[in-house]
């Protein structure tokens, strides 16, 4: 209970300020002078072509990655050793032999959670998400769908206070898709900051309020959702957009 | 020609009827041979798993010397351990040499190389995928070895019997250590070399066999547990 009244009490992550960011690997640019400022409340959608940097500007906000110049700067960063107050849901499911429940439960014991918290919090998670009947499966074991499901359920257990999507979807049938969605808008219902990287321009328009448009390794634009779509301020937006809507 | 076959027939009937002394050497083999399991799987598989999970200087050059150290002569093994306890040894005082115990600690050092390399190497591919999930999710190296080894869990019965029978098939060692005392020091392996070189085949023989078997009856087990974790959990 104690860790819980300070993490209510605990300054807030946000906004994130990205200060010149830049990417270097083996040589090769893949992210430079990425300036901007995420703040809490609208969803941010991440968009550009194959290799434009999206997944590693999220990887280098999530700390996955640290960036070779610039800076990534949290409001109130969080201390190493502690529990983390955000999340990240990746392209495919990164599930472990344990069950459903096992699953959540070791989640949320890295998070600090006590250990009679656990079961409760994990199943009213689950039950969220429509996976409570699936608890004592092996997880390893559901459909794709079920399985990012239950990737985003974990997360979204940890009470993030933001969460980092890379393209959670992009493996799944139309379905599947639809129920990702459902959760992922009912996470930012709850009041969870969503980023999000997709490629799939439905959903960035299903779900997104914001775009920050990465070209080769550049962000060239941030518009709101409606004009990004209709009244691209970038060429290079304009050029993608066209290559993916041709009909546009 | 027949000498052999008379042989194998009394060595098959050692083995059917249970022999008093057969039966002493084959439990005095298991017992050491586990002991030194034990031992040697407590120590190298959280060592296996943190060296897979942590970076640090040396890295490369640490995991290079655990692969060779797999290929460790159990006789150079022997000769460490017999320098070690002997009388005039470090750790004389401790009056061990030609004990079981010795046999125990040379095992498990000949072992825990083997077991560490390939801890390790398992560790390590499965770090490859989730060594992002679990940053994410707060775990530190320690945190992260000790899941990566749960996860492992059925995998690893195979690492440990690989190790179980690497142990209980080696000579060099326990002859060195444990000097083939009857009743006292007498193994599987050092039983089969004296009494071959007395020409009390069948003895030899028949322990042979079990010691087969044995092999044989892990390997067995190895495979049915991974088959049986493949249909579980995927």
């Not at chain 2, 006292?184 to 089969?192: D, E, G, P, Q």
Request: hydrophobic residues 50%.
């Amino acid at each position: 209970m104690a860790e819980r009244s300070t993490r209510d009490l605990a300054p807030a992550l946000l906004p994130l300020s990205l200060v010149d960011v830049g990417w270097i690997a083996g040589g090769k640019t893949v992210l430079s002078g990425v300036t901007a400022t995420l703040e809490h409340g609208l969803r941010s959608v991440i968009l550009g072509a194959n290799g434009a940097g999206k997944s590693v500007l999220l990887r280098l906000c999530h700390g996955l990655l640290q960036p070779t110049s610039g800076e990534v700067r949290w409001n109130m960063p969080e201390v190493r050793g502690e529990p983390r107050r955000q999340a990240m849901v990746f392209q495919r499911p990164v599930l472990f032999r344990r069950s459903v429940l096992g699953n959540m439960t070791f989640a949320l014991g890295l998070a600090g959670v006590a250990s009679v918290e656990r079961r409760d919090r994990a199943l009213a998670a689950l039950e969220r998400v429509g996976l409570a009947a699936f608890a004592e499966r092996p997880a390893r074991v559901l459909s794709g769908g079920e399985q990012q499901r239950l990737a985003l359920a974990r997360a979204w257990s940890l009470q993030p206070e933001v969460l980092f999507l890379d393209e959670p979807t992009a493996n799944l049938d139309p379905g599947a898709t639809r129920e990702i969605e459902a959760v992922i808008q009912a996470i930012h219902a709850a009041g969870t900051k969503i980023v999000l990287v997709t490629h799939n321009l439905g959903q960035a328009q299903r779900l997104g309020d914001e775009v920050l448009f990465l070209d080769r390794g550049r962000l060239v634009e941030r518009t709101p959702i409606d004009r990004f779509f209709y009244r691209p301020d970038s060429a290079e937006a304009a050029a993608y957009l066209k290559g993916e809507l041709p009909w546009h | 020609m027949s000498t052999s076959l008379l042989a194998f027939a009394e060595a098959w009937r050692l083995v059917a009827l249970g022999d008093a002394k057969l039966v002493e050497i084959v439990v005095l083999s298991l017992r050491i041979s586990a002991g030194s399991i034990l031992v040697a799987t407590l120590l190298a598989m959280p060592l296996g798993a943190l060296i897979a999970v942590t970076r640090f200087r040396g890295q490369r050059a640490t995991i290079v010397t655990l692969n060779a150290l797999m290929g460790l002569p159990s006789v150079v093994v022997g000769l460490l351990v017999y320098l070690l306890l002997s009388r005039a040894g470090p750790l004389g005082a401790l009056g061990i040499l030609f004990t079981p115990t010795a046999m125990v600690i040379a095992q498990a050092i000949l072992v825990t190389p083997l077991l560490a390399a390939l801890t390790r190497q398992m560790i390590g591919d499965a770090w490859q995928d989730t060594r992002e999930q679990l940053q994410s999710l707060g775990a530190g190296p320690m945190a992260s070895a000790l899941a990566l080894l749960w996860d492992l869990r059925f995998s690893l019965v195979t690492i440990v019997l690989a190790g179980f029978g690497r142990a209980i098939s080696e000579v060099g060692a326990v002859m060195i250590v444990g000097g083939n005392i009857d009743g006292v020091t007498r193994v599987m392996t050092t039983a089969i070399a004296l009494e071959t070189s007395k020409g009390d085949l069948p003895l030899a023989l028949g322990l042979g066999v079990v010691l087969l078997a044995i092999v044989l009856a892990l390997n067995v087990v190895a495979h049915l547990t991974r088959e049986a974790v493949q249909r579980r959990h995927g």
